[in-house]
Nanobody
Framework: QVQLVESGGGLVQAGGSLRLSCAAS????????IGWFRQTPGKEREFVAA????????SYADSVKGRCTISRNNAKNMVYLQMNSLKPEDTAVYYC????????????????????WGQGTQVTVSS
């Protein structure tokens, strides 16, 4: 059973940066893709970014492309989401999630593909 814990959220002014971290335990971390999703009240959870189990491929939502970078350190069981040029519309609870399929050949971006979820970390961007 993979367990995920997010950290690094907080309050930042528009144009600022934050780095979110996702610490994994249990399971074999290096065999799972990890994704970041976000959710605001009254809206559906949406995909932000994902990184393949090997770290060799990444995928981003159009809304964050060019402003966010996802990376992973399999030796430390960590995944990071560096967010730059933050906008008020980036305000949300951010969740990291573990792919339900080991060694998937493509990067999953659907919520339904992810079986393991952290508790979320709040990101608030003030204008």
């Amino acid at each position: 059973q993979v367990q995920l814990v997010e950290s690094g959220g907080g309050l930042v002014q528009a144009g600022g940066s934050l780095r979110l971290s996702c610490a994994a335990s249990g399971g074999t971390f290096s065999r799972y893709a990890i994704g970041w999703f976000r959710q605001t009240p009254g809206k559906e959870r949406e995909f932000v970014a994902a990184i393949k189990w090997s770290g060799g491929s990444t995928s981003y939502a159009d809304s964050v492309k060019g402003r966010c970078t996802i990376s992973r350190n399999n030796a430390k069981n960590m995944v990071y989401l560096q967010m730059n040029s933050l906008k008020p519309e980036d305000t949300a609870v951010y969740y990291c999630a573990g792919d339900g399929l080991e060694i998937r050949r493509w990067i999953a971006i659907r919520i339904a593909d992810y079986n393991y979820w952290g508790q979320g970390t709040q990101v608030t961007v003030s204008s």
